[in-house]
């Protein structure tokens, strides 16, 4: 992972509004309210394949959510999921030349984030982990510098290998 990545998810986790103290539905609102659209949470039993969703249609963005698991790793895919649509992950795959026969609207909906590149992946995972740590800290102020860019690397590359 690059400093170039590690900067673009520390702006985009510190540009957004978290409620205080956190609430993962109260944060999902002002999320849909920032993008102008709203973002639907489906609960569902999931038994194996990915444990988060995200599909974006005309009307809105859904994420799937897995029922069975903790709360505090549901509220992890869903941060996660937000952050592919923070990050504008949506609508990224040339699904014209996946799938030519289908329409793109339909292959975004079905495909999710199977099709996310490795890169895609780090980002959102990365930006989850700072608006958690965030949300953790409360108002506590974020240390800066250097030394904390090169902690957050060596951390997150730990993570990724």
Same mark, same amino acid.
């Given at each position: 992972m690059d400093r170039k990545l590690w900067r673009r998810c520390r702006k985009l &986790?510190?540009?957004?509004?978290l409620p205080e103290p956190f609430d993962p539905a109260e944060f999902v609102r002002?999320?849909?309210?920032?993008?102008?659209?709203?973002?639907e949470l489906l609960p569902a039993r999931v038994i194996g394949g990915p444990c988060g969703l995200v599909m974006s249609t005309d009307r809105a963005d859904y994420i799937?959510?897995?029922?069975?698991t903790? &709360?505090?790793?549901?509220?992890?895919?869903?941060?996660?999921?937000i952050g592919h649509l923070v990050c504008g992950h949506a609508g990224s795959v040339d699904v014209g030349a996946l799938l030519p026969t289908l329409s793109p609207e339909l292959v975004q909906r079905v495909l999710g984030r199977s099709?996310?590149?490795?890169?895609q992946e780090q980002e959102a995972e990365l930006l989850a982990t700072l608006v958690a740590h965030r949300a953790a800290?409360?108002?506590?102020p974020e240390p800066a510098g250097d030394a904390l860019v090169s902690r957050g690397l060596a951390l997150v590359e730990r993570w990724f290998g």
């Open positions: &986790a510190g540009d957004l509004d002002g999320v849909a309210a920032g993008r102008g659209r709203p973002i799937l959510l897995p029922a069975n903790s &709360a505090l790793h549901r509220q992890h895919i869903l941060l996660h999921e099709v996310y590149t490795e890169v800290r409360g108002h506590e």
